[in-house]
């Protein structure tokens, strides 16, 4: 029976699966297509323009043949192509230079170039025209199909020819396609990417006529270095890859060896650290739990549970407790809770008794709900920041723990010279030899220690003055605010940075019948993400936002949101490349980044409006004392006995100055 089951069983290539799936690469409706195509190639030659430090000269062009069947052809002045390469580019799923790097790029999971082709063959048939050269002399004219059953590129024909150009040159042929210049379309797409490559010169022939959008700097953007992983939020998973790919012979010269920010100094720390753990894991489920607790934590739970107990229920009560029973594991949980608890404390100094009573039921939300409640209606960027320097506070150093324990009398030397031989073997393992439980206890501990922020080398954002400069360039607005943030890392140890900007009246917002609205404009990498918007983070932080704080009212409002997630692995939700997966639960560092960005570009924004408000208040109150200075100078003349007109000028003139 089970050999009858499995007669059918058969292996399938990633290009068959994507034939199969290709909505996961963007083919889903004509005009989708049309623009996944577009930014396909179009990201492919920026990437290489950069890598090889040229400024980029974009030439797009879109022909139509007939109905929902158009010639694509991207060509950029970029280093070029070695022909042995060019059926590996444009042939092969999973293949490239980026993938295994960690280091910023538009384009990184060699899918893109080959997904383009891939569509040409599956709805016309045709291949793609490669005309490539590095600039030696010698141009290569190649077509190329796909083999989809063993996920290969073939060259169907090569030519070369003699000639001084440098470059690459793709065209292709696609049906189910089409083409206009809507807000989801290659113009919309193009515009938007040269918005956020400011250095680079793109060119559009499209059936109506032919665009430029002209570069702004002249500068070639450094280009990121590739970079070491980050000890904050590597995964055991992860670190048991580094360490079956490491040269390093012990545990302790591979975290100097292969992670940034670690140097040798720090052994001693993570050595305190893991016997700290080892000691808590030693003391879990005995009667010394409570005390073993009370000397490792800085804050008194029972203190927090006993102030809030009427407003707070006994199911919320019991998840702490099971939170505690599980530190270190459950720290990152344990300080969810401490946080709802500090701002609950705040909003109780903060407020009166009425007002208490009146938000009394958002008290018992999950602490999560709870904390975004609060941030979008009570807290500034900067009270949060305060609570979460605390938060990092809540537990004692290793040091502190040890010594606690010693005043209670609960551990020896001798116990304690036992465990720290255990820490030093681990330490002194072979890579290769170690196990799941010793690389959790290792990156647990990296997690609690501090480091340097990431280098920005493998990072490269616009900047907060380019970003600025092009939506004045685009927009014409009367205001505008950009930030470029410190960057970051969140899980997986992969470091990332957010910039933001907020560009408010003139040509700013989306165009509707009713006039202009929010318009939210994303890029990952520089990259405009024009699709999937409801399901992006990105959107998400946006409109968790209580802009009306900021006197704004709702959506109705000539704004423009510009959001650059940049890293060097962005969290897509699909293959496809289009939405950002975070939120308060997934990725929240990402999140609370793009968030505070927002926030404090908001704070600018509503001193702005208030001063605008002020002097239409100031302009009122002077045509209403105009409109009647004539009288007032007829008063005033009448009691000082001196020329009417005299004073109307002179009252004119201070009103005026």
């Known amino acids: 029976m089970a050999e009858n089951l499995f007669e059918e069983f058969k292996e399938h290539s990633v290009a068959e699966f994507f034939r199969k799936n290709r909505h996961m690469l963007g083919y889903s409706g004509k005009l989708r297509s049309m623009t996944t195509i577009i930014h396909e190639l179009v990201t492919n030659s920026l990437d290489a323009c950069e890598e090889a430090e040229i400024l980029p ?37 999973l293949a490239g230079s980026k993938m295994h790097r960690l280091v910023q790029s538009r384009g990184q999971q060699g899918i893109g170039a080959a997904g383009v082709l891939l569509f040409a063959q599956m709805t016309t048939g045709k291949p793609l025209k490669i005309i490539t050269s590095t600039g030696d002399g010698i141009i290569h004219e190649m077509e190329i199909k796909m083999s989809v059953e063993k996920n290969e590129g073939e060259v169907v024909s090569h030519k070369t020819r003699p000639g001084n150009w440098r470059g690459t040159r793709v ?23 040269s918005l956020a490559t400011p250095h680079a010169k793109i060119t559009l022939k499209d059936p109506e006529d032919t665009i430029v959008f002209d570069r702004v700097s002249h500068e070639i953007p450094k280009r990121p270095e590739e970079m070491k992983p980050h000890p904050h939020g590597l995964t055991p998973d992860e670190f048991l890859y580094i360490s079956r790919k490491t040269q390093a012979k012990r545990v302790s010269s591979m975290l100097v060896q292969e992670l940034s920010r670690f140097s040798s100094k720090r052994i001693k720390d993570l050595e305190n650290y893991m016997l700290r753990d080892k000691l808590l894991e030693n003391y ?20 927090y549970i ?42 109780f100094n903060k407020f009166d008794e009425g007002k208490i009573k009146e938000i009394k039921h958002h008290f018992k939300k999950k602490p999560e709900n709870f904390i975004d409640y609060a941030e979008k209606n009570f807290l500034s960027a900067s009270t949060m920041e305060e609570f979460r320097k605390k938060l990092k506070n809540i537990t004692k ?23 720290k031989g255990e820490i030093k073997n681990i330490l002194s393992k072979n890579p290769k030899e170690l196990g799941w439980e010793d690389a959790e206890i290792i990156v647990r501990c990296l997690q609690d220690m501090d480091f340097i922020a990431p280098s920005t080398s493998g990072l490269r954002p616009i900047g907060a003055e380019n970003i600025e400069k092009s939506l004045e360039s685009l927009l014409n607005p009367n205001f505008v605010k950009a930030i ?7 899980k997986g140890g992969i470091p990332f940075a957010v910039e933001v900007a907020i560009a408010y009246g003139g040509e700013s917002g989306r165009q509707s019948d009713e006039g202009r609205k929010m318009e939210i404009m994303r890029f990952a990498n520089h990259v405009p993400l024009l699709f999937d918007t409801g399901g992006c983070g990105l959107t998400k932080a946006v409109k968790s936002i209580n802009w009306k704080r900021y006197g704004l ?89 001196k020329p009417v007109d005299d004073i109307e000028e002179k009252v004119i003139k201070l009103l005026e100055g």
């Open 553 to 641: 009212r709702g959506e109705d409002i000539p704004m423009t949101v510009f959001i650059n997630l940049i890293s060097t692995h962005v969290p897509y939700t699909s293959a496809g490349k289009q939405a950002v997966a975070c939120s308060e639960n997934e990725n929240e560092e990402i999140f609370n980044e793009i968030r505070q960005a927002l926030m404090i570009c908001g704070r600018d924004l509503e001193k702005h409006l208030s001063r605008i408000r002020r002097e239409i208040e100031e302009e009122k109150k002077k045509k209403y004392v105009m409109k009647y200075v004539r009288i007032f100078a007829e008063a005033l003349g009448g009691i000082l006995n």
């Open 57 to 93: 000269d974009i030439k797009v062009e879109i022909e139509k043949l007939g109905t929902d069947h158009y010639k694509v052809t991207v060509e950029d002045n970029g280093p070029g192509i070695p022909p042995e390469f060019v059926p590996k580019v444009f042939g092969k799923m």
């Open 397 to 419: 150093s290793p040091e502190e723990f040890v010594n606690a324990l010693k005043e209670k009398g609960m551990i020896s030397d001798e116990e304690l010279e036992k465990f």
């Open 306 to 347: 006993e102030k809030f107990k009427e407003y707070i229920d006994d199911e919320e009560i019991k998840q702490l407790k099971d939170v505690i029973n599980f530190l270190p594991e459950s720290l990152d949980e344990l300080k969810r809770f401490v946080l709802k608890y500090m701002i609950m404390e705040y909003l």
């Open 171 to 193: 065209g292709g042929e696609f049906k189910e396609v089409t083409y206009n210049r809507g807000e989801y379309g290659p113009y919309e797409y193009l515009r938007r990417i």
């Open 284 to 303: 879990r489920n005995s009667v010394f739990w409570s005390i073993v607790v009370d000397c490792y934590l800085n804050i008194n739970i029972d203190d």
């Open 484 to 490: 470029t943030r410190n960057p970051k890392t969140y």
